[in-house]
C-alpha cells in the first residue's frame, strides 16, 4: 500500500495550487489532507468520504480549499486558492479503510503519503 503526494511548490500570497495523492494497493472509504508547519502540530486540513458526498474542512481553509477524489483513479486531490503565507506547511494526505467517520485526528488513519511542501511568500 503506498500513497505517494505530488503538486506542491512556491506561490505568491493569493495564488493557488492543486495537490494530488495517488494510492495504490487498496482503496479508502475515507482520505484526508493534513499539514504541518515547523514547530507546529501536524493539523487536519480537509477530508472526504468514499462517495464524495461529505466533505470536511478546518475552519482556516473553508471556502478556499476544495477536496475530491477520483474512485476510478484512487486519487485525491486539494485545490488550494487564495493561499495565505500561514499555508505554508508540509501536506499529507492520509487515508482510513473501514471507517465512515471524516475524523479530524491524525493517529486515526493508517497510511500516510510521504509530504510535499507548500510555500507561499509574502
Known amino acids: 500500500v503506498q500513497l505517494q503526494a505530488s503538486g506542491g511548490g512556491l506561490v505568491q500570497a493569493g495564488g493557488s495550487l492543486r495537490l494530488s495523492c495517488a494510492a495504490s494497493?487498496?482503496?479508502?472509504?475515507?482520505m484526508s489532507w493534513f499539514r504541518q508547519a515547523p514547530g507546529k502540530e501536524r493539523e487536519f486540513v480537509a477530508g472526504?468520504?468514499?462517495?464524495?458526498?461529505?466533505?470536511y474542512y478546518t475552519d482556516s481553509v473553508k471556502g478556499r480549499f476544495t477536496i475530491s477524489r477520483d474512485n476510478a483513479k484512487n486519487t485525491v486531490s486539494l485545490q488550494m486558492r487564495s493561499l495565505k503565507p500561514e499555508d505554508t506547511a508540509v501536506y499529507y494526505c492520509?487515508?482510513?479503510?473501514?471507517?465512515?467517520?471524516?475524523?479530524?485526528?491524525?493517529?486515526?488513519?493508517?497510511?500516510w503519503g510521504q509530504g510535499t511542501q507548500v510555500t507561499v511568500s509574502s
Open positions: 492520509a487515508a482510513r479503510s473501514r471507517a465512515t467517520i471524516i475524523s479530524r485526528r491524525w493517529y486515526d488513519f493508517d497510511y
Open positions: 472526504i468520504n468514499w462517495s464524495g458526498g461529505s466533505t
Open positions: 494497493g487498496r482503496t479508502f472509504s475515507i
